[in-house]
């Protein structure tokens, strides 16, 4: 008879795992089915490679600006699978099982809403987490097929440089394999149909890369569309609107989509939407016992939203009570040199939201001192927020610069209500660090508010009658 498990979950990915180690420590008898590698996308061809390759390119490009001897691809490659290879020493099949996790690798399909086929094996669930994230986005392009196309899924595992790549796509894995492959010594060109890369991000912020990455030698053509594509002797060449460029590889970076298929969801009575596997506010299908995590349901796509989102699914599955999965804002990185950080509304979304009643700060990375003295000034920090409100009505932030991905977070709390501009510019930064420039722009965003337009008449009131006052 097949064992009954209190958590199925589906996909060993960063939600499938946070997934497995929360259930564990509550208590409850967990399976975990994986049809490929433990630590999906994240650990073998996302996140954990393209940080390591992005980490070497820059060592490389340090080396060549001070004319030594840059960085040989080889030697770049072992860094990204030394780090692929330390990071999943912790999350192998034994380790998890040694921990009290069931593990399974195969093919999983539903059998019935409370029985799945795990690579041959019949495993019957109480409840289940779908956590199988998502796959390559591969475009409709006449001879896309015929040709030898890279995805992220093969990218880190080349084993020579390619004297010229073509990158289909300015979103984030564009930009930053851009980057990094011009950095290792390639010929990098980059085609977006959008008119600036990095669509999603703020104007200012598309700029300021766009100008890093041309002085560095990568060519970006914006505003074109890709209509074909045809192998030319060893080469790709990519035919466009009207013209042609050519590489010796094709990278298709064109954005990514829930992987749903093969699951037998059918059998389950799961219901599948256009973007994914639908979930409530609980992160239930339409069979409440089935719970849908990360990116196969469609939403961010990110590893650490994954996760989060992976806790709330199995606290909703084990404990009593539902927890609302709603975030309240959002945050991500861009890993190019500089980083490119963002949460909550662009200044786009939140003009097209409250109109003219919204106002902009920039402080620019020239001011922050640390940035200064390192040799890193490119970059600033942008805040939107309301005007006219008591409260802060802060909406968004972004930076831009050195360590942007690390100095969002103060920017997070901010956003997210945890902590006010009142907060950010009244803690004692340690000076001179990069985090400077969260306190020096929350004081002058505070400034702009307590000493321009009708406060200004009230604060320099009060202050005349204190000084009055105290003779």
């Known amino acids: 008879m097949?064992?009954?498990?209190?958590?199925?979950?589906?996909?060993?990915?960063?939600a499938g795992l946070e997934a497995a180690d929360f259930a564990l420590r509550l208590g409850a008898k967990v399976a975990l089915v994986e049809k490929d590698r433990i630590g999906g996308g994240c650990t073998w061809s996302g996140c954990i490679p393209s940080k390591a390759l992005l980490a070497a390119a820059a060592t490389s490009h340090t080396l060549k600006?001070?004319?030594a001897q840059p960085l040989a691809f080889s030697d770049a490659i072992a860094r990204v699978d030394s780090a692929r290879l330390n990071i999943s020493a912790g999350e192998t099949p034994d380790v998890l099982r040694?921990?009290?996790v069931d593990v399974f690798i195969g093919a999983c399909q539903f059998l019935d809403p409370n029985t799945v086929d795990a690579g041959g094996e019949t495993l019957r669930g109480k409840r289940f987490l779908i956590a199988t994230g998502a796959v390559p986005s591969i475009p409709p392009l006449p001879g896309l097929d015929s040709v030898g196309y890279l995805t992220y899924l093969e990218l880190f595992d080349l084993k020579?440089?390619?004297?010229?790549l073509l990158i289909m796509g300015g979103g984030p894995i564009g930009i930053e394999m851009a980057q990094a492959f011009s950095r290792l010594g390639s010929r990098v060109t980059v085609v977006e149909m959008s008119d600036r890369i990095l669509p999603l991000e703020e104007p200012e912020a598309s700029s300021l890369i766009e100008e890093r990455l041309k002085a560095e030698g990568v060519t970006l053509l914006t505003g074109v569309r890709a209509e074909g594509v045809r192998a030319e002797g060893s080469g790709i060449t990519v035919r466009l609107e009207d013209a042609e460029v050519s590489g010796s590889a094709l990278l298709v970076a064109t954005g990514r989509r829930a992987d749903a298929s093969d699951l037998g969801?059918?059998?389950?009575?799961?219901?599948?939407?256009?973007?994914g596997i639908g979930v409530?506010?609980?992160?239930?299908?339409?069979q409440h016992h089935i719970f849908a995590a990360g990116d196969v349901t469609g939403s961010y796509q990110f590893t650490h939203f994954a996760g989060w989102q992976a806790a709330i699914a199995v606290r909703n599955a084990l404990l009593p009570g539902l927890k609302d999965a709603g975030v309240p804002v959002m945050a991500w990185a861009t890993y190019t040199d500089p980083e490119v950080a963002r949460v909550g509304m662009s200044e786009a979304q939140a003009r097209k939201e409250y109109g003219d009643s919204i106002e902009v700060f920039m402080l620019p990375f020239a001011k922050v001192d640390r940035a200064v003295l390192v040799g890193s000034p490119d970059g600033f920090v942008k805040v939107i927020r309301r005007k006219g409100l008591l409260r802060d009505g802060l909406l968004g932030a972004t930076v831009v610069?050195?360590?942007?991905g690390e100095l969002i977070h103060e920017w997070v709390l901010a956003c997210g209500g945890k902590a006010g501009l009142g907060d950010l510019a009244g803690s004692v930064h340690v000076y001179p660090t990069f985090s400077m420039a969260n306190q020096q722009a929350a004081i002058e965003i505070q400034a702009r508010r307590y000493l321009d337009g009708w406060r200004a008449s009230v604060v320099r009131g009060l202050i005349k009658a204190y000084l009055r006052s105290a003779g």
Do not use: Q, W
């Not at 097949?2 to 960063?14: E, F, K, N, P």
């Open 401 to 404: 610069g050195e360590r942007a």
């Open 160 to 164: 020579e440089l390619p004297d010229s």
């Open 280 to 286: 409530d506010k609980f992160l239930r299908t339409n």
């Open 98 to 100: 040694h921990k009290g």
């Open 2 to 14: 097949a064992t009954v498990y209190d958590l199925l979950i589906i996909g060993a990915g960063s």
């Open 65 to 67: 600006s001070a004319g």
């Open 265 to 275: 969801l059918d059998a389950a009575g799961v219901s599948l939407e256009e973007r």
